[in-house]
């Protein structure tokens, strides 16, 4: 599968209706073949729905989608080349990791062999035979990245693949995922740690309170962003007195960590740099940046907690 | 079809069930025939409701499979168990998802669900079988009951019946459970309504008004087990045992099929 082809992901007015509530309202998307795409948008905004849509558990209200060209409406013609983990692994506590994954093998008809191949792919081959419910979180979640990759996927779909792991562990998945990403699979990814998709994902969409705010690619949502302008003065006892300069000036002034983050055109780094000096405050350092995933989507969901 | 049933039996094999049953039945079984031997002098009776069974009725062909068939009805309800929780535990452990990606066709998950627990159920119900049989010939002798007519084909035949009419038993109490935990999607609510009706709801409303026995489904899933009685016959048990299943069979596929996967 190859970037340019039929989308990996189409979301066409998808719409799902709680009673009064709508989980997801006309989501407009597409995720393109061979990407990583990130999912994100605040606890309760639809992105759960959304999978499970896709995946064909809950049925939409409205609207439709296709899935590696399929119509979510036959999850039968697609679902043998997808690999999901969705709202956390769930398997059977009394079974091993390794029967668990015997009976989705069994039951998708995949080789018993890609079991131990799998199990030793997310490093729990030593621990393989123990009962599931001795697993501590961490194995639990990549006993539930194993299951997803049992079919080979074109296509895999993770909801929150990291929770729960320490930081190595997040740095294998982040492995796994551009690993099967250069091999050519779709990986759509919903994570809570932005840090994280700003690092691997190239597309992104973003939802808030049931509606897509964004879908596209990352760097086109950050460069649309207003650049910060960040000045640290020399000595931290000149903050306030700089941040008062520059804000007479004009500029929206804020202080983070020692240093003022002011949100200006890059032109203006010459101007701030010669009020500073004209205030006798020597600047240690001076730089325009972009604002990270993170700022950008608390800026774009409103939620600044 | 076949590898929902394969993936199914991966998870009824596991030593805990697997063991765990036999032991039951297997308890049961020989409880329930070591009490129609080891007490068949006692002026408490030997049998269901304190009847009493003597060496001259079981050294006829019935004797043979006089303890299996009063185990029965309690295979029945093991069954029941058995069929509610592993069906209601796919909601409870949230599994249900991953069973439904890796086969859509929620028809063929039901389908070889149940396909599945059958053979369980013939398993249990074979182990409970073979039990009984050799407890009674081991107690035949210190009881004085002839076991002569016990080798005819009359008696092959007999327990040949008996255990197809047990195994029949079993299945509609395990489908009953089945319906129960799909309806309920919690093991403990469906193995609880389950049992309480037809342990006990069931004799309370048939004591109180005696006529509505013969339509309760426990009771006639129960005479299927003994091949019928003179007050309820085979027949109508089959008929309104079917008649149970299929209509809640049918509610229960259909909500199984319609609901959203969502936990």
Redesign the interface.
């Known amino acids: 599968m190859n970037k340019g082809s039929t989308p990996a992901i189409t979301a066409t007015d998808l719409t799902k209706i709680y009673g009064e509530r709508a989980a997801l309202s006309h989501g407009n998307f597409e995720v393109p073949a061979g990407s990583i795409c990130g999912f994100v948008g605040p606890n309760g905004s639809g992105k759960t729905?959304t999978i499970?849509m896709l995946?064909?558990?809950?049925?939409p209200s409205g609207g439709s989608g296709t899935v590696l060209g399929e119509s979510i409406s036959h999850?039968?013609k697609y679902?043998p080349r997808?690999g999901?983990m969705?709202?956390?692994p769930?398997?059977?506590?009394?079974?091993s990791g390794r029967?668990n994954l015997?009976?989705?093998a069994?039951?998708?008809?995949f080789p018993l062999s890609r079991v131990d191949e799998l199990l030793a792919k997310v490093d729990l081959a030593d621990r393989g035979g123990s009962k599931f419910k001795t697993y501590s979180l961490g194995m639990k979640q990549r006993l539930g990245i194993a299951?997803a990759l049992?079919p080979n996927p074109e296509l895999l779909i993770l909801d929150e693949p990291t929770n729960g792991l320490d930081p190595s562990g997040i740095q294998e998945v982040r492995g796994i995922i551009r690993d099967l990403a250069d091999s050519g699979t779709t990986v759509f990814v919903s994570s809570h740690i932005l840090s994280e998709l700003e690092m691997i994902c190239e597309y992104l969409v973003m939802l808030r309170e049931g509606k897509v705010i964004f879908s596209g690619r990352t760097n086109e949502l950050l460069s649309a962003q207003k650049p910060i302008i960040v000045a640290k003065p020399e000595y931290e006892v000149d903050l306030t007195k700089l941040a008062d300069k520059i804000s007479s000036a004009g500029y929206k002034v804020i202080v983070v960590e020692g240093a003022l983050h002011i949100s200006a055109s890059s032109e203006a780094s010459a101007e701030i740099n010669r009020a500073a000096f004209d205030a006798g405050i020597t600047l240690s350092s001076i730089s325009v940046v972009l604002p990270t995933l993170e700022e950008t989507f608390f800026e774009m969901t409103g939620d600044n907690k | 079809m076949i590898?929902?049933v394969?993936?199914e039996l991966?998870?009824l094999r596991?030593p805990?069930?697997l063991l765990g049953t036999i032991a039951t039945v297997g308890g049961l079984s020989a409880l329930f025939t070591s009490i129609v031997f080891l007490m068949i002098n006692s002026k408490d009776g030997n049998s269901k409701r304190g009847q009493h069974v003597g060496p001259a009725e079981l050294s006829q062909a019935t004797g043979l499979v006089y303890g299996f068939r009063l185990v029965g009805v309690f295979l029945g309800i093991v069954s029941l168990c058995i069929f509610a929780s592993q069906t209601a535990?796919e909601y409870s452990?949230?599994?249900l998802?991953?069973?439904?990606?890796?086969?859509?066709?929620r028809m063929k998950i039901l389908a070889g669900k149940f396909i599945s627990m059958k053979i369980f159920a013939l398993v249990m119900v074979l182990f409970a079988g073979a039990l009984s049989i050799g407890i009674s010939f081991a107690l035949s002798g210190r009881a004085k009951v002839d076991t002569t007519a016990w080798r005819t084909s009359a008696a092959m035949h007999l327990l040949f019946e008996s255990t197809l009419n047990i195994f029949i038993a079993t299945l509609c109490f395990g489908a009953f459970g089945m319906i129960l935990g799909l309806l309920l999607r919690s093991p403990i609510s469906a193995i609880a309504v389950g049992v309480l009706w037809n342990l006990i709801l069931e004799n309370i409303l048939s004591a109180l008004i005696t006529s509505t026995g013969k339509w309760l489904p426990g009771v006639n899933f129960s005479n299927l087990g003994e091949g019928g009685n003179p007050d309820l016959s085979y027949k109508h048990s089959m008929a309104i045992s079917l008649a149970y299943l299929i209509i809640g069979g049918a509610i229960a596929a259909l909500l199984f099929k319609?609901r959203?996967?969502?936990n």
């Open positions: 729905t499970r995946l064909g558990l809950i049925t999850p039968e679902l997808v999901a969705i709202e956390g769930a398997f059977y506590p009394a079974l029967e015997k009976v989705l069994e039951l998708g008809g299951a049992l | 590898r929902v394969i993936a991966r998870k596991r805990t069930l535990q452990l949230g599994t998802r991953n069973l439904l990606v890796r086969q859509p066709s319609r959203d996967v969502a």
